[in-house]
């Protein structure tokens, strides 16, 4: 999802929104010929994401300014590591400061979190998958993050999957309708290669749902036993993915359930932003 193009779009219009006509604090207070030197550096243990995006914070304020990535996206790092060095125009160094940390602090702890919860079911099979839980126009930088601390994407956006969640299933059914029938008439109309997934919240919803023809079948807010008999009960005619109650005290268990995949809201709508540090000194 992460290309150039979204890249310098997005960080442009951050850039507008801290300054629009300018950084004043900068303009005033430092001289048109100053340069400077600045260290990314990681004042806490994590995992590196948004190189890119913190590049391109100092290149679209003033491409005088140079910056070299001392890490790559999913590196994982201590305290004191550097991460990158800034160089060039004294000015804009500080004006895009913010704005690159910001961004790249985020990604980080979005990295970081997804490596917690990767680690934590390493052994078991299952795959992390994070969910459109995502800020609002910051999707494909927030999902970015999470392939790079080791997790998966899940469905782009409502247009390139089929997902049926209790509500839809509720309207679907209205008037005392089939579950099987009418999830294999959606399927009879669904584009080639869309992935046709359902949601369930009980075990007796399992079977109807895999004669409907489903691609995956959710397993939403289980017990760690009933995921283990929908698990069994499945039986691998479609992939099985557990959502709902997932923590990192429960992931372990739920992993160990047998599902194929685990979807992890808090990846996205809980992680914190990693403490970064940007040390300039002004040359001399």
């Known amino acids: 999802m992460l290309?150039?193009?979204?890249?310098?779009?997005?960080?442009?219009?951050?850039?507008?929104?801290?300054?629009?006509?300018?950084?004043?604090?900068?303009?005033?207070?430092i001289t048109e010929?100053?340069?400077?030197?600045?260290?990314?550096?990681?004042?806490?243990?994590?995992?590196?994401?948004?190189?890119?995006?913190?590049?391109?914070?100092?290149?679209?304020t003033d491409p005088r300014i140079t910056v070299e990535l001392l890490k790559k996206d999913g590196d994982r790092f201590v305290p004191g590591?550097?991460?990158?060095?800034?160089?060039?125009?004294?000015?804009?160094?500080l004006t895009a400061e913010r704005i690159g940390l910001n961004f790249t602090q985020?990604?980080?702890?979005?990295?970081?979190?997804?490596?917690?919860?990767?680690?934590?079911?390493?052994?078991?099979?299952?795959?992390?998958?994070?969910?459109?839980?995502?800020?609002?126009?910051?999707?494909?930088?927030?999902?970015?993050?999470?392939?790079?601390?080791g997790g998966t994407n899940h469905r782009l956006n409502l247009s390139t999957a089929f997902m049926a969640k209790d509500n839809h299933l509720a309207v679907l059914l209205a008037g005392g309708k089939?579950?099987?029938?009418?999830?294999?008439?959606?399927?009879?109309?669904?584009?080639?290669?869309?992935?046709?997934?359902?949601?369930?919240?009980?075990?007796?919803?399992?079977?109807?749902?895999?004669?409907?023809g489903v691609d995956i079948i959710m397993l939403d807010n289980f017990s760690v036993e009933d995921l283990k008999t929908g698990v069994a009960q499945v039986a691998g005619r479609a992939v099985?993915?557990?959502?709902?109650?997932?923590?990192?005290?429960?992931v372990r268990a739920i992993a160990e359930t047998g599902v194929d995949v685990i979807s992890v809201g808090a990846l996205t709508h809980s992680a914190r932003a990693l403490d970064l540090g940007l040390d300039v000194t002004i040359d001399a």
């Open 3 to 29: 290309n150039q193009e979204t890249i310098d779009r997005v960080v442009a219009e951050a850039l507008q929104e801290d300054a629009p006509t300018g950084d004043i604090t900068s303009l005033l207070a």
């Open 81 to 93: 590591d550097e991460l990158a060095r800034v160089s060039g125009p004294a000015r804009g160094i």
């Open 178 to 212: 089939d579950l099987a029938t009418e999830l294999l008439r959606v399927k009879s109309e669904l584009p080639a290669g869309v992935k046709f997934e359902v949601e369930v919240d009980r075990l007796d919803q399992i079977e109807p749902v895999i004669a409907g």
């Open 33 to 60: 010929d100053a340069t400077a030197t600045a260290v990314l550096a990681a004042r806490e243990p994590g995992t590196f994401s948004g190189a890119d995006v913190f590049e391109a914070a100092f290149r679209l």
């Open 106 to 149: 985020r990604m980080s702890g979005i990295a970081t979190l997804t490596a917690v919860y990767v680690d934590a079911i390493k052994g078991t099979g299952a795959t992390i998958l994070d969910t459109r839980k995502t800020t609002p126009n910051l999707r494909a930088f927030e999902r970015h993050a999470v392939v790079c601390g």
């Open 240 to 250: 099985v993915e557990a959502s709902g109650g997932v923590n990192l005290n429960t």
